[in-house]
């Protein structure tokens, strides 16, 4: 996926947009990493910073909960999530990786608002640092654009 600043003539702009992000505290370590990164691609491609909301999640559990309320509040035109989960001793981190995708999911359908997954589901520490802003980019920006392009597509139809 082509990655840089919005140029005149370029199709995806985040001009206009109003985008919340719901961010989860927990590996806090990581999110602030996804965030910085999906704030800086929004920008990035036109956004204005003003023009974003941040929105604190006690976890990943919780960011289905508030991201279906920002989607429904009718103040935003998308709505990005960012969590990480880390593969433990147990398989909570598969329940709950289960539950907040198939919530985020019902959240986006179920209100017409673009809502990207941007949830970390890893193994290892090391992981989930590659992932935000590391070896493997940072999916907190990829999260961001897919959310622009998602919003965009969603206008068209309207």
Known sequence: MAKGPAKPGNALSARRLRVAIVVSR????????????????FVELGGRASA????????????????????????????????CLIKGETRHDEYIAQAVAL?????????????????????????????????HGNKGAEAMRAAVQTAHAIRSLA
């Open 26 to 41: 927990y590996n806090a370590f990581i999110t602030d990493r996804l965030l910085e990164g999906a704030r800086d691609e």
């Open 52 to 83: 974003l909301t941040v929105l604190h999640a006690p976890g990943s559990f919780e960011l289905p909960q508030i991201a279906s309320a920002a989607a429904h509040s009718g103040g935003f035109d998308a709505v990005v999530a960012l969590g």
């Open 103 to 135: 919530g985020l999911t019902q959240a986006s359908v179920g209100s017409g608002v673009a809502v990207s997954f941007g949830v970390l589901t890893v193994d290892t520490q090391a992981q989930a640092e590659d992932r935000a802003g590391g070896s």
